[in-house]
């Protein structure tokens, strides 16, 4: 069992930049590949990033690539976003996972077995 607590979301203009972290507790975090996902209301969650337990493989969803980066420190037992030159329709409730199976990266919400209670992230433009 692991307990995740995101942090960093907020209010900022477009073109501005936020860091979101994920910190863990219950277990260590370099057992399990680490997403991000987000939702907006009414919308399914939608995948954003995620990172291998290494660190060294990572993905992302299209409209992010370029601009967000996801990144942990095992040691730390954290995971962050680190989101530049937001957009407005960057808004929503991020949400970091954890996925304990091995194999591949999944963009899959249905693969992950953790979550976090979510941060809001709110880009006016």
């Known amino acids: 069992q692991v307990q995740l607590v995101e942090s960093g979301g907020g209010l900022v203009q477009a073109g501005d930049s936020l860091r979101l972290s994920c910190a863990a507790s219950?277990?260590?975090?370099?057992?399990?590949?680490m997403a991000w996902f987000r939702q907006t209301p009414g919308k399914e969650r939608e995948f954003v990033a995620v990172?291998?337990?290494?660190?060294?493989?990572?993905e992302y969803t299209d409209s992010v690539k370029g601009r967000f980066t996801i990144s942990r420190d095992n040691a730390k037992n954290t995971v962050a976003l680190q989101m530049n030159s937001l957009k407005p329709e960057d808004t929503a409730i991020y949400y970091c996972?954890?996925?304990?199976?091995?194999?591949?990266?999944?963009?899959?919400?249905?693969?992950?077995?953790?979550w976090g209670q979510g941060t809001q992230v709110t880009v006016s433009s």
């Open positions: 990172i291998s337990r290494s660190g060294g493989g990572t």
């Open positions: 219950g277990r260590t975090l370099s057992s399990y590949a």
């Open positions: 996972a954890a996925d304990r199976s091995i194999g591949y990266l999944s963009k899959l919400s249905r693969a992950y077995d953790y």
